[in-house]
């Protein structure tokens, strides 16, 4: 028989140690943000367009506009559009969107990113104290309308599908909108033969007499 004996640990130390196990699970910071960053080649935050910077980024600004979105447009290949959304009374979302647009060999690139800030609606509550004989005093709260908006979360929105259905609505814009040519007149409506012929034999026949000049006949 061991000269020792392992006395069993009391139900209530037990409990305090789990407690402070899960306090402490609690408390530990999450893993740093960059780790999950892969920077991946295939990424959902661009599209590709066939029309110019300025015209793609005019389509992205009428695909916002035909949304609800409110947008400051602080350059012609630069935008941003916003929008509130309430899922619950004390709850309130913004979702933010930048459009830049780049042009490349083939017409442009358009880049989106998109960032979702949360509010919750704080209730300014006050107190006060009321003194009853044989019980001391009692302090209850005083019901109070007023309330302040408080960011309790941002992040940027990552979610591939919600892009998907972002470009294609600036597709479908682009395919309804007339796209306006740069080409000079003369060049978009060639002239025809028959017309330079003419212009030729114009500037080679000599020109008329005018009334009151005398012609010399041979």
């Not at 609606?121 to 309330?147: E, M, Q, R, W, Y």
């Amino acid at each position: 028989m061991s000269p020792y004996r392992h006395s069993p640990m009391h139900p209530n130390r037990l409990f305090s140690a789990l407690l402070a196990a899960l306090a402490a699970g609690c408390a530990s910071p999450p893993p740093p943000a960059y780790r999950a960053e892969s920077f991946a080649a295939d990424s959902p935050f661009l599209s590709r367009s066939h029309l110019p910077p300025a015209e793609s980024c005019e389509q992205g600004r009428r695909a916002l506009l035909s949304q609800g979105y409110e947008v400051d447009a602080s350059g012609t290949t630069t935008l941003r559009g916003s929008k509130f959304f309430q899922p619950q009374p004390e709850h309130l979302m913004q979702l933010k969107i930048t459009l830049v647009c780049v042009g490349d060999s083939s017409g442009a690139t358009i880049y989106a990113s998109a960032l979702q800030t949360r509010y919750e609606l704080k209730s300014g509550g006050a107190s006060t104290g009321l003194s009853v004989a044989g019980f001391g005093s009692i302090s209850f709260p005083l019901p109070n309308d007023k309330g302040s908006l408080v960011k309790v979360g941002e992040e940027t929105v990552g979610e591939p599908a919600f892009y998907h259905r972002l470009f294609t609505l600036i597709d479908t814009m682009t395919l309804s909108a007339p796209v306006a040519s740069s080409a000079p007149a003369s060049a978009a409506f060639p002239r025809g033969e028959e017309e330079r012929e003419a212009d030729r034999d114009q500037r080679e026949r000599p020109p008329l007499a005018e009334q009151g000049d005398q012609v010399e006949v041979e």
